[in-house]
Antibody, heavy 121, light 112 residues
Framework: EVQLVESGGGLVQPGRSLRLSCAAS????????MHWVRQTPGKGLEWVSG????????GYADSVKGRFTISRDNAKNSLYLQMNSLRPEDTALYYC??????????????WGQGILVTVSS | QLVVTQSPSASASLGASVKLTCTLS???????IAWHQQQPKKGPRFLMK???????RRGDGIPDRFSPSSSGAERYLTISSLQSEDEGDYYC??????????FGGGTKLTVL
């Protein structure tokens, strides 16, 4: 059974940093791209970032480019999102999602349950 | 620019059918899409991937009541024999061959 479990969320002040983690199990982690997607309360889904199987291709939404960094550790079956210079508008539920292929450009076939990040003073 | 457009809301009666639409932007009519369901207070769930030629791949355990189809730049999801648990938000997702992924704004489905 595929499982994606996010951690590392919480309350953080504007301008500060936070690192999210996603522990994956139930599939061969290094055979697939991985992604972060966020959802503001009551709003739709926004793709944040994606990373290919070997970290060779990485993409970011314009809203986070230059502030967020995605990475993965295939030996630990883990995905990360380093979020710097956080803004109130980054407040959202952050989901880890498994890509269906090794490349970033593909559909997602499994989702985590999400972790809440609140940016507020 | 790659954009997907969805109607904000849809409704149908219990036991009836409903057809949700996802429209790809000009120049992207041959793109594949994926449908995701989000029930109230839950995380999204992958329903299926749909290509422009109608070929598809379903998510685990997705019943045949969920049926995809395609015409030009439009991608459809028809849900038949509507059940109360079908109520929620439905998102269309697409991507390009590079490193960009795009979601539609979602359609809120109400089962009457």
């Amino acid at each position: 059974e595929v499982q994606l479990v996010e951690s590392g969320g919480g309350l953080v002040q504007p301008g500060r940093s936070l690192r999210l983690s996603c522990a994956a199990s139930g599939f061969t982690f290094d055979d697939f791209a991985m992604h972060w997607v966020r959802q503001t309360p009551g709003k739709g889904l926004e793709w944040v970032s994606g990373i290919s199987w070997n970290s060779g291709n990485i993409g970011y939404a314009d809203s986070v480019k230059g502030r967020f960094t995605i990475s993965r550790d295939n030996a630990k079956n883990s995905l990360y999102l380093q979020m710097n210079s956080l803004r109130p508008e980054d407040t959202a539920l952050y989901y880890c999602a498994k890509g269906a292929l090794i490349v970033v450009g593909a559909d997602f076939d499994y989702w985590g349950q999400g972790i809440l990040v609140t940016v507020s003073s | 620019q790659l954009v997907v457009t969805q109607s904000p809301s849809a409704s149908a009666s219990l036991g009836a059918s409903v057809k949700l639409t996802c429209t790809l932007s000009s120049g992207h009519s041959n793109y594949a899409i994926a449908w995701h369901q989000q029930q109230p207070k839950k995380g999204p769930r992958f329903l299926m991937k749909l290509h422009s030629d109608g070929s598809q791949r379903r998510g685990d355990g997705i019943p045949d009541r969920f049926s995809p189809s395609s015409s030009g730049a439009e991608r459809y999801l028809t849900i038949s024999s509507l059940q109360s648990e079908d109520e929620g938000d439905y998102y269309c997702q697409t991507w390009d061959t590079g490193i960009r992924v795009v979601f539609g704004g979602g359609t809120k489905l109400t089962v009457l």
